[in-house]
């Protein structure tokens, strides 16, 4: 299995850390002190004919993303990012840039094509 970078390791694992600690809490009350704007939610269209709608949280000091992986709801956290929006959660990573965004499974290496092809914002 290739190996990630250090720095991609250490942002996912700060990623996972706050999914744990977030994730117990949305589904029974808000989190003391955390606020979001209202989700701005996005329907996308991949390449392999996958549709499928993504919901963002954001707020001034947390990005947060609901992603369908597996016919699952996950939530996944911003990480640092060069370009675009980069979240990620165990072991994938969402990564939007203008209308377009990746879901890729990082235990297939950094240059693994992305699950469902590229994925367009919707309408």
């Known amino acids: 299995m290739p190996h990630m970078t250090a720095r991609r390791c250490r942002a996912v694992a700060a990623a996972l850390v706050l999914a744990t600690l977030v994730a117990p809490s949305l589904a029974h009350e808000p989190l003391a002190g955390l606020r979001f704007d209202s989700p701005q939610t996005v329907q996308y269209r ?4 996958q549709r499928f709608t993504v919901r963002y949280y954001n707020s001034p000091d947390n990005q947060i993303a609901l ?3 597996d016919g699952k709801t996950l939530l996944f956290v911003s990480v640092l990012s060069a370009s675009g929006a980069r979240y990620a959660h165990g072991v994938h990573e969402w990564w939007t840039k203008g209308r377009e965004a ?3 499974d990082l235990t ?3 240059n693994a094509a992305p699950l469902h092809g590229i994925c367009r914002e919707a309408g």
């Open 67 to 69: 992603v369908p992986v």
């Open 108 to 110: 297939r290496g950094e």
């Open 102 to 104: 990746r879901l890729t």
């Open 46 to 49: 991949c390449d392999d004919g």
